[in-house]
């Protein structure tokens, strides 16, 4: 008896780990899918926000999401995208465009984290819309 209850235990731990790897993966595919469509729309921002968004459109479409939102504003690419695999589902935002289109800063600029650039450049957007924070329960 003790046996077939270990057993049953162990399925059950195996089971959760199982879903919560797969719930990560899920997250992870939407959070590269979000940085490469934004890294397209940026690159394609200077011929206008249609072609940009349709860059975008077509690289999250390669790499297994959908695209929730796209905004640009100069050269600066927001891009929302959305992946999913079985019953989960994840958001994830991603911004790209130039270090130089940064807030200006005040002084001389100094090395980042690792050295290279100011810190937190091309980080920044413009004030605009907000996006709304994924349903709870969704990682």
Do not use: K, N
């Amino acid at each position: 008896m003790w046996v077939v209850m270990v057993a049953a235990a162990l399925c059950a731990v195996f089971g959760a780990v199982l879903l919560l790897g797969q719930a990560v993966l899920v997250r992870h595919r939407a959070g590269g899918a979000a940085d490469l469509a934004a890294l397209a729309a940026a690159d394609g921002a200077l011929r206008g926000r249609q072609e940009a968004c349709a860059r975008a459109v077509r690289v999250a479409r390669a790499q297994g999401a959908e695209v929730v939102r796209c905004a640009v504003r100069g050269e600066i690419a927001d891009v929302t995208v959305r992946a999913q695999a079985g019953a989960f589902r994840a958001r994830q935002r991603a911004l790209a465009g130039p270090p130089s289109a940064g807030p200006p800063r005040a002084g001389p600029p100094s090395a980042g984290p690792l050295g290279v650039g100011p810190p937190g450049a091309g980080s920044a957007l413009p004030p605009g819309p907000t996006v709304r924070a994924p349903p709870s329960g969704v990682p």
